[in-house]
């Protein structure tokens, strides 16, 4: 048993069963035992590998698109840059490279990270050497002016709550303990105002998933956006709405049960864009299409800027090029898996990339 599977088989003894969304904030995110803040748990080594790092090639277009959209804005003399779950800091770097002949940008640019791991807090720093860079544990603590914003695999790791329809009614699916061991069972039927839409798509024994935590941080993001100017660029694996189980745990690159080894597994869930694109619309900002990762990376030029790095490379380093190339933007890879949301003010044209 982990030891954080230990500290939550008491907690549960003495409290009771825990929502799926408890169980998810201790796992990715307890100080000693959590999943990104006891190890740097990313790269061909980690669990899973995202596509910053597959390619610099991902980071460097991002780049582009939000200094492009910058520009579009009348270059602001003074902005927010900042990235939500930088992971090691490999995509801001790329960012930061690419955006370095764009005039006037970097001068003008405030770095923040959000970041709830101190391990990786450190990654990020040493990736980052030679930038400012400040640190804050959530979006309200960004500075009240125009903010471009990327978040490349974070909503994905925020706790969700599980229901299965029950009448008209919904049952929470828990954590607790069976036999002695962490399992899930359902909590007691009760009507869900936040799950009132969702009577109108589902029928009884369906599942729906929500996330306490994706509005307010949404929300915060978007206000300044409305208010001030600026993008954001969402890119994440999920669709337009969510139905079903998608909680997954990862280890070591293979699908685990999630409840087996607490702390040690990655825990993720697809995105509902909806929730993403109605908060945000909410808020006063303009959405754009959720468009396929492929087709994003494609609009921007990748395939120009592989045949351009392609040409100093050749055998093994050449192979891995067009593998990365593939891997970001194949229907059957991430190209279609993974959506990207541009997020601008109600009166701004969306970032380079994505359609309106
Ligand atoms: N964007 C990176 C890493 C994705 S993993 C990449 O593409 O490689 C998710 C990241 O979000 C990690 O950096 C993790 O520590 C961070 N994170 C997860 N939940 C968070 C929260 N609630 N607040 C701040 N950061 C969080």
Not at 230 to 245: E, K, N, T
């Amino acid at each position: 048993m982990t030891v954080l599977a230990e500290q939550l088989t008491a907690r549960i003894r003495t409290e009771g069963p825990i929502s799926l969304a408890d169980y998810m904030a201790e796992c990715l995110l307890h100080p000693e035992h959590g999943y990104y803040t006891a190890q740097v748990p990313f790269g061909a080594l980690g669990d899973f590998i995202t596509a910053p790092e597959i390619s610099q090639m991902f980071g460097e277009l991002i780049g582009l698109s939000l200094a492009q959209c910058w520009l579009d804005q009348g270059a602001p003399a003074a902005f927010t840059l900042a990235e939500l779950g930088p992971g090691r800091g490999t995509l801001m770097a790329d960012l930061l490279r690419a955006t370095r002949s764009v005039p006037g940008f970097h001068t003008a640019l405030q770095l923040y990270l959000v970041e709830a791991s101190a391990q990786l807090r450190q990654q990020q720093e040493e990736t980052l050497q030679g930038y400012e860079v400040t640190w804050v544990d959530g979006i309200d603590e960004l500075p009240q002016q125009p903010l471009f914003l990327v978040a490349n695999e974070f909503f994905d790791a925020l706790p969700i709550r599980q229901f299965l329809r029950d009448g008209e009614g919904w049952r929470e699916k828990r954590v607790g303990l069976i036999d002695g061991a962490l399992g899930f069972g359902l909590g007691p039927e009760a009507p869900q105002p936040a799950l009132e839409h969702r009577l109108l798509d589902t029928k009884p024994d369906d599942l729906v998933e929500m996330s306490p935590v994706m509005a307010p941080i949404t929300a915060g993001l978007a206000q300044r956006i409305a208010a001030h100017g600026g993008a954001a660029l969402i890119i994440d694996y999920g669709d337009w709405r969510s139905l079903g189980d998608t909680l997954q745990a990862l280890k070591s690159h293979a699908p685990v049960d999630p409840l087996a080894t607490p702390g040690e597994a990655d825990l993720t869930a697809h995105v509902d864009f909806e929730v993403l694109c109605s908060v945000a619309a909410g808020a006063g900002c303009a959405h754009s299409r959720v468009t396929p990762q492929g087709v994003f990376l494609e609009r921007l030029g990748i395939t120009d800027r592989a045949r351009t790095l392609a040409k100093g490379l050749e055998g093994e380093a050449l192979e891995a090029l067009i593998a990365a190339h593939r891997r970001l933007t194949h229907p059957e890879e991430m190209g279609n898996l993974f959506k990207v949301l541009g997020l601008t003010p109600a009166e701004a044209a969306p970032p380079p990339g994505l359609n309106a």
